[in-house]
Structures are given as structure tokens and as C-alpha cells.
């Protein structure tokens, strides 16, 4: 699968643990700058099975996270957002199995964003059936920040809540796009 990063798209991804507001931020974002995100193949995945995601289909989210970027950075002209990406398959896999098969972090590095905005875990935590780590929190913001920095991924950490969160995070794409 072609990689989506082309000249004149910049592309941020929403990452980090569950439950930080990543998919209300996405889409506060593509809104606020008149394009789309991409949403969390995963979410879709889980819901089409009818029952718990498993190891085995990690490399079934894999493709089908890289299909949905494809699709929506075909059509898109100079910014798109993402909630999540193969990142987060390789931070959630290596949690808990230990390690992440190396085509799946290949294609990570390969397909990486101008920008990643890791989401802090200052948000409350929402039980929605999908999520399991409520109470460990701060570890699983740990493999986040580990596999950003093992993956040699650029990251900004993104604090507060509500309006400030949204306000955080146009200050820094604004200052991105300037750079760019």
C-alpha cells in the first residue's frame, strides 16, 4: 500500500491513550479549518466483529487503518486530521502481547505524519464497553510517549480541557502551517 504522505498535504494525527478526546478533537479541528479527519478504523472494526478485538486482528486494523488514510488524503488538498493511526496499533500491540509484528512498524515510520499531538490524560475517563485501562492511565500515556519516541515520531503534548484544549491545539497547527 502507497504511503499517503505527499508534498503540499500536511497531516496531524490525534494520538494517545483512551478516553483523552481525541475523536471530539478531530473533528473540533476539521471543522474549524474546513476539511475532514480521518476516523479511528478500529472503532468500526470492533463493531462490524460484535465481540473483543484479539491480537489476530491486529493485522486486519493494520490494513484497514491504511485503506481509510488513503482514501481520505486522496481527496484532500493542503490539511487533513486523523484520529489515530497505525501508531497506536503498535503502542496497543506491543502493551499487550510484548512486541509488535515489524511491518506494521515499518509502515508506521513510512506513513508518518508532519505532526502528531499527543493527548494528555487530563480529560475524565468515559467508559464506552471498548476501553479497558480506566485505572492505568498514566502507564498507558507512557507507551504512547515510549512508541512516539521509538518510532522517532514528531509529537507535541496536549494539555486542557474543553475550549482551551481546542485553543491549545490551533496554536499549534497554526504555528506549524506558518512554518511549512
Known amino acids: 500500500m502507497e504511503a499517503i504522505n505527499r508534498p503540499g498535504l500536511t497531516r496531524i494525527v490525534l494520538t494517545g491513550s483512551e478516553s483523552t478526546g481525541k475523536t471530539t478533537l478531530a473533528a473540533q479541528l476539521a471543522a474549524h479549518y474546513g476539511c475532514e479527519f480521518v476516523p479511528e478504523f478500529v ?5 462490524r466483529k460484535g465481540e473483543p478485538v484479539v491480537m489476530a486482528d ?3 486494523i493494520a490494513r484497514g487503518q491504511m485503506a481509510l488514510e488513503n482514501e481520505y488524503a486522496a481527496r484532500a488538498t493542503s490539511l487533513l486530521f486523523q484520529d489515530a493511526d497505525l501508531l497506536s496499533t503498535v503502542a ?3 502493551h499487550y ?3 509488535c509484528p515489524q511491518w506494521i512498524q515499518d509502515e508506521a515510520i513510512n506513513r508518518r505524519p508532519n505532526l502528531y499531538i499527543l493527548a494528555y490524560i487530563d480529560t475524565p475517563w468515559v467508559a464506552d464497553g471498548i476501553r479497558d485501562r480506566g ?3 498514566e502507564e498507558m500515556h507512557q507507551v504512547f510517549v515510549d512508541t512516539l519516541a521509538r518510532l522517532h515520531a514528531p509529537y507535541i503534548e496536549l494539555c486542557g480541557l474543553g475550549d482551551e484544549r481546542l485553543h491549545n491545539a490551533i ?10
Open 43 to 47: 472503532r468500526e472494526y470492533a463493531a
Open 58 to 60: 491486529h493485522g486486519a
Open 92 to 94: 496497543y500491540y506491543t
Open 97 to 99: 502481547s510484548g512486541g
Open 135 to 137: 485505572d492505568r492511565r
Open 171 to 180: 496554536g499549534m497547527i497554526d504555528a506549524l502551517i506558518k512554518k511549512n
